[in-house]
């Protein structure tokens, strides 16, 4: 649903429309970048550090790739 708010103009949620906005705006000022919906299956580094930064408090954390 976020995606297509992002994209289609249609506000599901009016509690977010000032984020939307925000992610439209930077959109526009970087031409090569899209949002589109990923499912966690086909995404699943990015949703093992969704998941390890949505425990922490505050707490500042470094990976390394290398």
Request: net charge negative; charged share 20%; aromatic share 10%.
């Amino acid at each position: 649903m976020a995606v297509s708010w992002v994209n289609d103009g249609d506000f599901g949620n009016l509690a977010l429309v000032d984020v939307i906005f925000e992610v439209r705006a930077m959109l526009k000022d970087f031409k090569n970048l899209s949002v589109c919906f990923v499912s966690r299956d086909a995404n699943v580094m990015a949703d093992g550090l969704a998941k390890s930064g949505s425990v922490l408090d505050g707490e500042n954390v470094v990976w390394s790739v290398f």
